[in-house]
């Protein structure tokens, strides 16, 4: 649901609503298509630019949403 480069600490690519994906885009210059990603469903979001922290973690919070919901309850039962 979430993806950084633990050596430079600067994005990370999270799922995204595609519905969602541009308007973001649109509003944020720290949020852009995701970084060798489907960019239907992923985006990079930039840190220490335009996109304030508490956006960031709700972004990251339902990013993880999105992809607990696609899991199987088998599998959502293990987290």
Not at 19 to 25: M, N, R, T, V
Not at 27 to 30: A, K
Not at 70 to 73: A, D, N, P, Y
């Given at each position: ?12 690519c999270?799922?995204?609503?595609p ?7 649109t509003?944020?210059?720290?949020i ?16 220490n ?7 960031i ?7 993880y949403?999105?992809?607990?919901k696609?899991?199987?309850?088998k ?5």
């Open positions: 649901f979430c993806f950084v480069n633990i050596e430079i600490f600067d994005f990370c999270i799922k995204c609503n519905d969602e994906s541009g308007e973001l885009q509003e944020y210059t720290g852009r298509p995701g970084w060798h990603m489907n960019k239907k469903y992923w985006i990079s979001v930039y840190f630019q335009d996109v304030p922290d508490e956006k973690k709700e972004l990251v919070s339902n990013s949403d999105i992809v607990v696609s899991l199987t309850k599998e959502r039962e293990m987290l």
